[in-house]
């Protein structure tokens, strides 16, 4: 495949201080909004961060604020200004119009990149819907956007009788890939069906933990992975064989903090596999010094998908690449987050959380890997003994997994 390579444009990321947020949280934040610029394409050169009770409507920063930002648009060569919320139609025309770069926010990004993962026609499908849904409430604001698709000269903005004109456009397209994706849904929901009683297990966690690299492990398959927000976005299921026991596991979408509405909705096959699934491995990077907050946005998403009761295994991923601040003896400051070694967190997380069986693991080179498998034989035999009292047939222990414990009921 031939890409066209453009040369890199000039981003510049604008977020909020909001009461209640320390400010090395509120870096952690456009650090991830740097990242997702990165992904989309984009090379991020400078950060604006305003303290505010909330955002200004006209302008999201206050007035002050964004004139110095324009100031800085002007004197450096600036192509595109990120926000790291949604803005409204308003919002989006009112700071076009002040710093006179193009105006991206979080969600408009984040569809961006899932615009360029697309592989499938059913992901094509979710993505265009969405980004229908996002554009239709602010076409006065995006007018500069339609031109240039139409391949117009971009620089005046339609009539209000061509913004209807699109306005018609766009709810005709929503209504047609809505039934697309309608047919697609039931398909999927038969294929689902069709793959019988075996016990399902989901990847989930947030974008970047390293679920595909897992999924590979775990699976010996070749699944797209990579240092890049969103590398995937298609749902894979695969057959994966412990000892004797076969499950079927899925990889599929990362989750993310701010997760456009619309997109999840329009992701609703996908992400049907975490919701009918058995048993949820919760990956998590334990290198990344936001992971605790990336665990609570999971979690919530859980929530939200109604899976949130589901047996679940935690997975801290990355142990390779952790790293800690050792304190002096003599610095009397308080110990942060960042001053914990890895086995002092390990011992504080199995001290404070009983209810998921926990593992610490590399992917990448491979340590404790196969505490984990036995962890999966484990917590698999207990949902398939459940599910088929009578039938032990697959699943006699092989000799090397004779450490999980055995379950009542089973015959061996
Ligand atoms: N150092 C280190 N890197 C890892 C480990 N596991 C995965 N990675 C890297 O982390 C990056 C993301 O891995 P993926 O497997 O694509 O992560 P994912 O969770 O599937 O990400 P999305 O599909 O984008 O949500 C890749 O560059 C991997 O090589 C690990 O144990 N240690
Ligand atoms: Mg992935």
Redo the contacts with the bound molecule.
């Keep these: 495949m031939i890409e066209t390579t453009r040369s890199e444009e000039n981003a510049i990321l604008i977020g909020i201080n909001y009461p209640g947020q320390d400010e090395h949280e509120t870096e952690d934040f456009i650090d991830e909004l740097s990242f997702l610029t990165e992904t989309a394409g984009a090379r991020p050169v400078k950060r604006f961060i305003q303290k505010l009770r909330m955002p200004d409507p006209r302008t999201f920063v206050g007035s002050g604020k964004i004139t110095e930002i324009a100031r800085y648009v002007r004197e450096n060569d600036i192509d595109i200004a990120v926000f790291d919320d949604e803005l409204s139609a308003s919002q989006l025309r009112n700071i076009e119009k002040v710093l006179g770069c193009r105006i991206l926010d979080r969600t408009n990004l984040i569809l961006d990149i899932f615009a360029g993962r697309a592989r499938t026609s059913y992901a094509r499908t979710q993505v265009e819907l969405a980004q229908y849904q996002y554009l239709l409430p602010r076409l006065t604001g995006m007018w500069t956007h339609l031109e240039r698709q139409r391949g117009g000269i971009g620089l005046r903005g339609p009539g209000e009788t061509e913004i209807e004109t699109d306005r018609r456009i766009i709810r005709e397209k929503i209504a047609i890939l809505k039934d697309q994706l309608k047919k697609i849904d039931m398909q999927m929901a038969t294929q689902r069906k069709n793959r019988g009683k075996m016990v399902r297990v989901a990847l989930v966690?947030y974008?970047?933990?390293?679920?595909?690299?897992?999924m590979n492990l775990l699976s010996k398959s070749d699944i797209f992975?990579?240092?890049?927000?969103?590398?995937?976005l298609d749902t894979t299921v695969r057959k994966v064989v412990i000892g004797n026991l076969p499950f079927l596991l899925s990889?599929t979408?990362?989750f993310i903090r701010k997760l456009p509405v619309d997109l999840v909705k329009s992701f609703k096959s996908t992400l049907d596999e975490v919701r009918e699934s058995d048993l949820l491995v919760h990956?998590v990077d334990i290198?990344h010094p936001g992971f605790e907050e990336q665990m609570k946005i999971v979690n919530e998403t859980l929530v939200e998908l109604k899976s949130a009761d589901k047996p679940l295994i935690i997975v801290f991923?990355?142990?390779?690449?952790f790293t800690y601040i050792l304190k002096d003896e003599d610095d009397l400051t308080p110990i942060r987050k960042e001053n914990y070694s890895l086995a002092e967190l390990e011992k504080s997380w199995m001290a404070g959380n009983k209810h998921h069986p926990t593992v610490f693991?590399?992917?990448?080179?491979r340590e404790n890997v196969e505490e984990l498998q036995k962890l999966l034989y484990r917590e698999v035999k207990t949902i398939h003994v459940t599910r088929y009292p009578y039938n032990d047939f697959l699943f006699r222990d092989p000799p090397d997994l004779d450490n999980a414990p055995a379950t009542p009921g089973l015959r061996s």
């Design positions: 966690g974008t970047n933990v390293g679920k595909s690299t897992l992975a990579e240092n890049k927000l969103f590398a995937t990889d979408v990362g990956v290198s991923n990355k142990i390779d690449a693991i590399s992917a990448k080179t």
